[in-house]
Nanobody, 122 residues
Framework: VQLQASGGGLVQSGGSLRLSCAASGTIFSTDIMGWYRQAPGKQRELVARITSGGSSNYADSVKGRFTISIDNAKKAVYLQMNSVKPEDTAVYYC?????????????????WGQGTLVTVSS
């Protein structure tokens, strides 16, 4: 079971970028999925989080600019980043509370994807 993130890159201030994260393995359900970020010299912080039912919450710093969405069938979560700012520059990590098959049992655990770097130029 793993999460694979993609979509980072270099974008100009005011531009847009879309991050994707897909779960793979013997997944039964993606319960809660989210995006965190860590800027140089700072602690990792929550950017946005969404449940399988579609309920979401955002950090104040990204409200109105970023949109998180989930595709339960594809076991994927997306982060649409609009009107990006230089302060959005960070390594973005996806995180998921996943329920998966372990033998004949169902297990719920938290997983982190590898980070994807987003750099916003001014």
């Amino acid at each position: 079971v793993q999460l694979q993130a993609s979509g980072g890159g270099l974008v100009q201030s005011g531009g847009s970028l879309r991050l994707s994260c897909a779960a793979s393995g013997t997944i039964f359900s993606t319960d809660i999925m989210g995006w965190y970020r860590q800027a140089p010299g700072k602690q990792r912080e929550l950017v946005a989080r969404i449940t399988s039912g579609g309920s979401s919450n955002y950090a104040d710093s990204v409200k109105g600019r970023f949109t998180i969405s989930i595709d339960n069938a594809k076991k994927a979560v997306y982060l649409q980043m609009n009107s990006v700012k230089p302060e959005d520059t960070a390594v973005y990590y996806c995180n998921g509370a996943l329920t998966y098959y372990s033998g004949s049992s169902l297990v719920t655990d938290a997983f982190w994807g590898q980070g994807t770097l987003v750099t916003v130029s001014s």
